[in-house]
């Protein structure tokens, strides 16, 4: 990997958080290291961008830009030494607390699923009633083209004199 | 980790390399967008004789295939797959140094991809840092603990292949939608246009060509 410079202080990242239903959760700008936490409010596909914009950068960098992202989800966010200080936990503790974190996770991702679910099946079901109605519309369609069909030759060759 | 999509979207034409420091010795999880035609790499410094493993999965677009190539901090290649849905892969570094996995959309034309890869290096650290020094034995409470800790990594893992394949069925699912509304719209525009054209060519059996060029008698 080529060597790269360190980062001048005027770079500014933009950040922003989309949630699934593409409302912005976060939209901050930041020098050249920050931090951010957010909690997601529903469940889904979050969008993290990290966007530069700065004509500046592309004139005087080559166009290549390293960036260190550490992201942390769920339990991992919770810091351990930070717990067994304030509460004076013991090891036996950290431990079963952990594991209590890993069981809320799992319960969290089964909701999650329970929740796709339900919507697949909603989907599923509009679906069906969709497919049903477009068939019998083109059913429809199809024998009033026919009739028209048959109705503007009958008056056609009537016309014509050959019926 | 994971369930969350960050996508490297830059104003000019800028390759984002994304480091993944490791300062905990754990890896990382990361779902982003690769559009087509395009490469994404990451970085990894890794210490000498630690173990890393990398398994990927592409979760949306197109035949959901990406080409995967890892290199050395020598520069040698110790990975290279083309067109694979998924794969896992696990290596023991023999060279301190910063090692870079990419992935490949450049045989594609039109559709980007969303592809989820999970790097994990070395062993999970212990609950706090400084226990790695101490060499005690575990109490049968601490080993029932670590035996749980265990099982519900395993079902937290099976849990996340889950959430992708249900991720990736969708996409499917709404793209059969979108051809299939595509395709019913347009046999009706079809159906329209035949029958119109057939009253037509019927009619014009029936009518006598007018001739061309008519001269007028006097």
Known sequence: MEKYQPSPQWINLFVFVKDPENKNLLARQYGPRGSFTFTSQSPGEHEVCLHLKSIRFALFYDGKLAIHLDMQLGEHTNDHTELAANDKLTLLHLRIQRLVEQVEKIQKEQEYQRRREEHFRQTSESTNQRVLWWSILQTLILVATGIWQMQHLKSFFKAKKLV | ?218
């Open chain 2, 1 to 218: 980790m994971g369930g969350v999509v960050p996508r490297s979207v830059s104003a000019l034409p800028l390759l984002l390399l994304l480091l993944l420091q490791a300062e905990r010795p754990r890896g990382a999880e990361l779902t982003f967008e690769l559009p087509d035609n395009a490469k994404q790499c990451f970085h990894e410094e890794v210490e000498q004789g630690v173990k890393f493993s990398l398994d990927y999965q592409v979760i949306t677009g197109g035949h959901y295939d990406v080409d995967c190539f890892m290199k050395d901090p020598l520069g040698n290649t110790i990975y290279s797959e083309t067109k694979k849905q998924y794969d896992s892969f696990t290596h023991k570094a023999e060279v301190k140094g910063v090692y870079q996995f990419c992935f490949s959309n450049e045989f594609s034309t039109f559709s980007h991809k969303t592809v989820y890869f999970d790097f994990q290096v070395g062993d999970e650290p212990p609950i706090l840092p400084d226990m790695g020094n101490r060499v005690t034995a575990l109490t049968q409470m601490e080993s029932a603990c670590v035996t749980i800790h265990e099982a519900l990594k395993t079902v937290i893992d099976s849990q996340k292949h889950y959430r992708l394949r249900e991720a990736q069925d969708r996409a499917r699912a709404e793209d059969l939608n979108s051809r299939v509304s595509y395709w019913s719209i347009g046999e009706t525009i079809a159906l329209f246009v035949v029958s119109f054209s057939q009253v037509l060519l019927l009619k014009s059996f029936f009518t006598e060509k007018r001739p061309i060029g008519r001269t007028v008698h006097s």
